[in-house]
T-cell receptor, first 114, second 118 residues
Framework: DGGITQSPKYLFRKEGQNVTLSCEQN?????MYWYRQDPGQGLRLIYY???????QKGDIAEGYSVSREKKESFPLTVTSAQKNPTAFYLC?????????????FGQGTRLTVV | AQKITQTQPGMFVQEKEAVTLDCTYD???????LFWYKQPSSGEMIFLIY??????QNATEGRYSLNFQKARKSANLVISASQLGDSAMYFC???????????????FGKGTKLSVKP
């Protein structure tokens, strides 16, 4: 089955640690995205990538980093510089250059700072 | 500037009745797409329905229809014959026109929590 896989589902981080969230897709989509969701809030864009080896900052990129070495993979690192990392993180992908196509989402990773 | 506004933080509907979830948007683009997603308590985002800015007819997908009023910049979701499984968060989203660049990204509203009562 084609889809997007995020792992882990739950992640706990100590203060001052970096953690990496995995996102893999087998939909052959060019574009991939990372969103953050806080309780009672909508989704806010962290980073996006429209092609391998290229990515752009979204609205709330500070304290996060990404890489796009393969078309299928778009990992997100939450660095110690992120002041309030506890949130629900969603990865998505979509076809590029076609406005009508919806984004497909993974199941999400819930990150908690302990 | 906020581009997607959902003014109803929470809604209640009786099972088997219809419900309308409001969404207004702001864009200066002539070409854009509007989407509705459902997010159950498990967290995944489920695509429901799409409306293109040039589509003359309102989109429909099963029990979901989109009441698109372009002049008012509104794209309300109508769910007919509500079911208990419809209880979830519902998000309106917009993708502005243009290929590549930030205009391809989905911008989300803050959502409406729908509760269906038996």
């Amino acid at each position: 089955d084609g889809g997007i896989t995020q792992s882990p589902k739950y992640l706990f981080r100590k203060e001052g640690q970096n953690v990496t969230l995995s996102c893999e897709q087998n939909l052959n989509h060019d574009a991939m995205y990372w969103y953050r969701q806080d309780p009672g809030q909508g989704l806010r864009l962290i980073y996006y990538s429209q092609i391998v080896n290229d990515f752009q900052k979204g609205d709330i990129a500070e304290g996060y980093s990404v890489s796009r070495e393969k078309k299928e993979s778009f990992p997100l690192t939450v660095t110690s510089a992120q002041k309030n990392p506890t949130a629900f993180y969603l990865c998505a992908s979509s076809r590029q250059g076609d406005r009508a196509r919806e984004a497909f989402f993974g199941q999400g990773t819930r990150l908690t700072v302990v | 500037a906020q581009k997607i506004t959902q003014t109803q933080p929470g809604m209640f509907v009786q099972e088997k009745e219809a419900v309308t979830l409001d969404c207004t948007y702001d864009t200066s683009d002539q070409s854009y797409g509007l989407f509705w997603y459902k997010q159950p308590s498990s967290g995944e985002m489920i695509f429901l329905i799409y409306q293109g800015s040039y589509d003359e007819q309102n989109a429909t997908e099963g029990r979901y229809s989109l009441n698109f009023q372009k002049a008012r910049k509104s794209a309300n979701l109508v769910i007919s014959a509500s079911q208990l499984g419809d209880s979830a968060m519902y998000f309106c989203a917009m993708r502005e026109g243009g290929y590549g660049g930030s205009q391809g990204n989905l911008i989300f509203g803050k959502g409406t929590k729908l509760s269906v009562k038996p």
